[in-house]
């Protein structure tokens, strides 16, 4: 370390290296930094709490549930049109053999 | 009230409340440093907020091998570092020198030589705000490079690493800032007399 120190050196060493700056918006200085901390909360892996993670685990099971949900639709009419040749809405009769009555 | 260890340990797990232990137990010692960087109170906010969000996220690298606080003063001034690094694009040294020369005009600047009278540079002479005040008027790279040197303990090899310029530029940006500032204070000083005898 070059040794060119001198009293003003010293003088803002002194009256800097341990000080303190008080400022009455430091509250909503930690406002900011605690918004910008939950951003990276949310994308950060937890067991313990809510981020992505769980977020996208709860929007594959609801787009899971849809999909069977529309596959228990899709196979129920089949059984139906299958049990039921001759009803109007299996698709097998004609619209004119069903106004004809 | 957490301990320091609590703190850390909270704080390498994301938990919030640790993390705002922490920030309450250093802010003040932190927003010293970073208002001695920045050009405007502004720009000191910025540099906090940055800071921090830096310290929260790299907190898991922190080994205890020194003090806490040491390694917060230098994630601190890294970030200092980086805003004066972004910003210096816009900014000349040569636009440095002018301003110097500006003020010179301006009459803040006393003419003749530099007093080296020790009650001159006596901490009770000045208060924190008087020593801003004249730290504020140097150009940036010239403020940067005292700090660094004369608070941080920083050797010029560093210095120059750090700002990317080379040593011998930061040599003399350093003896600029002293004489700079050595008549700044001057001036202060004599302010201050003037008040107190009226």
């Known amino acids: ?101 | 009230m957490f301990n320091e260890t609590e703190i850390l340990k909270g704080c390498r797990s994301f938990d919030p409340q640790a993390q705002q232990q922490l920030y309450k137990k250093y802010v003040s010692r932190m927003r010293a440093l970073c208002v001695r960087y920045a050009r405007d109170r502004e720009e000191a906010k910025d540099i906090l907020q940055d800071g921090f969000l830096k310290i929260f996220s790299q907190i898991g690298q922190y080994e205890a091998t020194g003090t806490l606080e040491g390694w917060l003063r230098r994630i601190m001034v890294n970030t200092a570092i980086t805003f004066y690094n972004r910003n210096k694009k816009h900014y000349h040294e040569s636009l440095d020198e002018l301003l110097i020369e500006h003020t010179k005009e301006e009459g803040c600047y006393i003419k003749g030589p530099v007093s080296e009278d020790p009650e001159l540079f006596s901490e009770a002479t000045y208060t924190h705000e008087e020593l801003l005040e004249a730290l504020n008027q140097l150009p940036e790279g010239h403020r940067i490079v005292f700090n660094m040197y004369h608070v941080e303990d920083f050797s010029h090899a560093e210095i120059a690493e750090a700002l990317q310029i080379e040593e011998k530029t930061s040599r003399s940006r350093l003896f600029r800032a002293k004489k700079a500032l050595q008549e700044y204070l001057q001036v202060i000083a004599n302010r201050t007399t003037k008040i107190s005898n009226i």
């Not at chain 1, 594959?60 to 089949?78: G, I, K, S, T, W």
């Open chain 1, 1 to 101: 370390m070059e040794n060119d120190k001198n009293h003003i050196g010293d003088l803002y060493q002194k009256a800097f290296s341990d000080a303190g700056w008080d400022d009455p918006e430091d509250e909503q200085d930690w406002n900011a930094i605690a918004f910008e901390l939950d951003k990276k909360r949310f994308y950060r892996f937890s067991w313990t709490r809510f981020n992505v993670y769980y977020c996208g685990f709860i929007i594959l099971l609801v787009l899971l549930m849809v999909f069977l949900l529309a596959r228990y639709l899709m196979l129920e009419e089949n059984t139906f049109k299958k049990n039921n040749p001759t009803h109007p809405d299996s698709g097998n009769v004609s619209l004119i053999e069903r106004t004809e009555g």
